[in-house]
């Protein structure tokens, strides 16, 4: 039920209920509705047109965030999702230390083989370390040529970005 349809129920009860034995001042009543129509307003606030502070409007429940604490949690989000250089350093050496592992059992020319090193060249890269990222990009280029045939789009990617580190 809305919470304006609860008061005005209320309202109806309070305003019935004059012969029944129960004592409710006229004062106690406009005071109840005032209070809860204040509250109510608030949360319509939103729609008329008028400006709304910075958490935005509260929300219809208690229990939801407001826009703002929404927000903030977004942003919170996506920065713990940024990796920092150390980040980066600690990925290169993980994966290049997968790649003997990936050449025993997949094969040395296994294109998942050209993929690591492909993703090892965009850290290099990443980290402004262009003769690195060319090495792991040309053994990429390599393996991806001998899968893809030299048309494909992947290996002109590859093409592409060896030709613009020199």
Known sequence: MSHALKILLLAILLTSCGGSGVTVTKSQTVEYLSKAFSKSKAWFKSTDGEAVGRDGPPPPSHLQPTA???LDHRI???SAKRMSKKDYT???KRLESSIPDLEK??????????ETYYTIGSMYLI?????????????????FSNWLGAEHPRVWQ?????????
């Not at 093409?159 to 580190?165: F, G, V």
């Open 158 to 166: 590859v093409k592409d970005k060896i030709n613009r580190i020199n």
């Open 68 to 70: 703002r604490q929404a």
């Open 127 to 143: 980290q402004k370390n262009p003769k690195a990222a060319k090495s792991a990009y040309t053994k990429s280029l390599k393996i």
């Open 105 to 114: 059992e997949l094969g040395e020319n296994n294109i998942e083989v050209g």
């Open 76 to 78: 919170n989000q996506n």
């Open 90 to 92: 600690r990925a290169i």
